[in-house]
């Protein structure tokens, strides 16, 4: 783990190059994976959720959380060291390996092109895409109101992202490429994971899930016991 921003930076511009931005990933895949990670304890503890969704169904059919402390600093830009080592946890627990990753965040619309979505495709080797429900760079211009409609998020003169609706006039979210996949079928896996709500249900359930253990360890502690640092519930449902 770096132990400075410049270390983190460094880290960053050593793995970018190896980001697979050929790939046009998986378009039918038979599960799907979301990840999130929540905060408590003024950011001092932290729980990070997988949840593995029927692509089809998009029912939970694996799940898992690790519970720690954060290893990096808050700094904008470098989330991935203060999350990967607790996500990484969580993914190890699951029973199914997943056809792809959906991370709340982002990917390429990163300033350095290498967010917690390529760190993590780049890591565990899977396809990987983020969507975010704010963006970190870029400028766009509104989509249409219709479910569907998106705009180019550009930044520095690059395409980075899609500014995409997921609901008829609801507030769009952010899309971008993480590993091993094409902006296009980003794009329609996320449509497909937004039947009901603006958010995908795969960052729905893994949100869910983290702030169910979060509150889990909060009771612990009333109760006199800790699981800071623990690894559990793998399996769950949400």
């Not at 503890?45 to 808050?74: E, K």
Request: net charge positive; proline share 8%; glycine share 12%.
């Amino acid at each position: 783990m770096p132990g400075s921003v410049a270390e983190a930076v460094a880290v960053q511009e050593e793995l970018r190059p190896l980001v697979d931005l050929v790939g046009p990933g998986p378009r039918a895949p038979a599960t799907v994976a979301g990840l999130d990670v929540a905060y408590a304890g003024g950011g001092d503890l932290l729980a990070a959720a997988v949840t593995v969704l029927d692509a089809r169904t998009l029912a939970v059919v694996d799940a898992a959380v690790s519970v720690g402390r954060p290893t990096f600093g808050y700094v904008p830009g470098l989330f991935a060291f203060r999350e990967l080592p607790a996500l990484l946890g969580a993914l190890d627990r699951l029973r199914t390996v997943p056809d792809l990753l959906v991370c709340d965040g982002h990917g390429l619309a990163h300033p350095r092109r290498f967010g917690l979505a390529c760190h993590l495709g780049v890591v565990t080797g899977l396809p990987a895409i983020g969507v975010g429900k704010t963006p970190l760079v870029g400028t766009w211009n509104p989509p249409s109101a219709e479910r569907g409609a998106w705009s180019p998020l550009r930044d520095a003169g690059d395409v980075v992202g899609r500014v995409l609706r997921t609901r008829d006039g609801v507030k769009p979210v952010f899309v971008s490429v993480g590993h091993r996949m094409s902006l296009e079928n980003a794009t329609a896996q996320v449509l497909a994971l937004t039947p009901r709500y603006r958010l995908p249900e795969t960052t729905r359930t893994a949100d869910r899930l983290c702030r169910d253990a979060l509150a889990d360890v909060e009771q612990a502690g009333r109760s006199g016991s800790s699981q800071v640092g623990q690894v559990g519930r793998s399996g769950r449902k949400p």
